[in-house]
């Protein structure tokens, strides 16, 4: 089956330094690539969606300058958070479409990645 | 803008019960619908996911209800077990390559 993975799986840092997430598509490439933010007992809010090669696309409200999303492969996209600040403590997950999937709707996700700003 | 309404917000079961998640939605774009279960400290997983063209969908204990008149669907678990216990979120997409939209979820807890 089509695996995400993403690391790391939990991460603490200080404020005011960047943070890298890393989401990879295991065993298939991935044409689009989304990331989601969860608060606690919350549900999964869209931050951006990336397709391989081009510029992401933010959902309204989310910085882009603070929030990069690099999408440099078909198998790897990554999300730094940079100058982080305690707010930004969340669980933050990836998902992928699969390039030439028999069903072009679904989305895979990745495990998540907790990160904790102190 | 909520473009999709998930209820009820929590839920518990009996043992052996029937657990109903309600969602309604607003985009008549939609057109895939998919119910994702969630562990405490894990990504979403992918139970059932249907189209419109379509009222009915049942997979093992999970069924999905699809009402396109009144933009609704649900979620049906025959025979609730324990290992059920999780949050269950519904979702939406009008288009393939676009991303889901959540609703707010619903935790679940079966009873034994």
């Known amino acids: 089956g089509a695996v995400v993975s993403q690391h790391p799986s939990r991460v603490i840092c200080k404020s005011g330094t960047s943070v890298k997430i890393e989401c990879r598509s295991l065993d298939f490439q991935a044409t689009t690539m989304f990331w989601y933010r969860q608060f606690p007992k919350q549900s999964l809010m869209l931050m951006a969606t990336?397709?391989?090669?081009?510029?992401?696309?933010?959902e309204q409200g989310v910085e882009k300058d603070k929030f990069l999303i690099n999408h440099a492969s078909l198998t790897l996209s990554t999300l730094t958070v940079t100058s982080a600040h305690p707010e930004d403590s969340s669980f933050y997950i990836c998902s992928a479409r699969i390039l030439r999937a028999l069903d072009p709707y679904e989305q895979y996700f990745g495990p998540g990645t907790r990160l904790t700003v102190t | 803008q909520q473009q999709v309404k998930q209820s009820p917000q929590s839920l518990i079961v009996q043992k052996g019960g029937i657990s109903i998640i309600n969602c309604a939605y607003e985009n008549t774009a939609f057109d895939y619908f998919p119910w994702y279960q969630q562990f405490p400290g894990k990504g979403p997983a992918l139970l059932i996911a249907i189209r419109p063209d379509v009222s009915e969908k049942k997979e093992g204990r999970f069924t999905i209800s699809f009402n396109k008149s009144a933009k609704q669907f649900s979620l049906h678990i025959m025979d609730s077990q324990p290992g059920d216990s999780a949050t269950y979120f519904c979702?939406?997409?009008?288009?393939?390559?676009?991303?889901?939209?959540f609703g707010k979820g619903t935790t679940l807890s079966v009873s034994s």
């Open positions: 990336s397709n391989e090669g081009s510029k992401a696309t933010y």
């Open positions: 979702a939406a997409k009008r288009q393939a390559g676009t991303a889901l939209i």
